[in-house]
């Protein structure tokens, strides 16, 4: 049961450059979240998806889109990665909300 | 607007003795709250989580407490062990919101 997978574990992007930081649960979860941690920021929401099909953005959504593609996957996308957007992200998963969200590995992004 | 607040960037503490991790909330709709653990490299891991019905909660030598009219939270691990040098996350939610709200951690160090 491998829980909730992040692909790629690291990346360099020159700025400008778009990617799409992918996010897979074999959980059978309905609700997924993105967020980034950043040193003395803690963890902080980009996105998430309460259930397929919807959408929302959190508190740090700016220079970001994201698509569910159906209940197990859930992406991040850059179209045009800034070096402010250097950071660690990591990927959630929850049975429904309010209950206990499972983290991915994290990606490590860089953007020179 | 930091709604969920660790103040304590980091806490060292001997082994066997008790470690005390703090979290204070501004938003009184948040009614479910959560510790995380987190070791470099690694995706955050769940811990423990409080109800806002109740005002303590066991597991092991994990106890959160709940004081809903102070909005603080707080986690005590006792004994203290060196596995447990870790960053530590509060997190809140509020019921039908689907968000969860991270402090910016604490980093425990527990010295042999």
């Known amino acids: 049961n491998a829980g909730v997978t992040q692909t790629p574990k690291f990346q360099v992007l020159k700025t400008g450059q778009s990617m799409t930081l992918q996010c897979a649960q074999d959980?059978?979860?309905?609700?997924m979240y993105w967020y980034r941690q950043d040193p003395g920021m803690g963890l902080r929401l980009i996105y998430y998806?309460?259930?397929?099909?919807?959408?929302d953005k959190g508190e740090v959504p700016n220079g970001y889109n994201v698509s569910r593609l159906n209940k197990r996957e859930f992406s991040l996308r850059l179209e045009s990665a800034a070096p402010s957007q250097t950071s660690v992200y990591f990927c959630?998963?929850?049975?429904?909300?309010?209950?206990?969200?499972?983290f991915g590995q994290g990606t490590r992004l860089t953007v020179v | 607007d930091q709604q969920v607040k660790q103040n304590s960037p980091s806490l060292s503490v001997q082994e066997g003795r008790i470690s005390i991790l703090n979290c204070d909330y501004t938003n009184s709709m948040f009614d479910y709250f959560l510790w995380y653990k987190k070791y470099p490299a690694e995706g955050p891991t769940f811990l423990i989580s409080i109800s806002s019905i109740k005002d303590k909660n066991e597991d092991g030598r994990f106890t959160v407490f709940l004081n809903k009219s102070a909005k603080h939270l707080s986690l005590h691990i006792v004994p203290s062990q060196p596995g447990d040098s870790a960053v530590y996350f509060c997190?809140?939610?509020?019921?039908?919101?689907?968000?969860?709200?991270f402090g910016t951690g604490t980093r425990l160090k527990v010295l042999a």
């Open positions: 998806s309460a259930s397929e099909g919807t959408t």
């Open positions: 959630a998963s929850t049975e429904v909300g309010g209950g206990t969200a499972f």
């Open positions: 959980m059978n979860h309905n609700s």
């Open positions: 997190a809140a939610s509020a019921s039908g919101t689907y968000k969860y709200i």
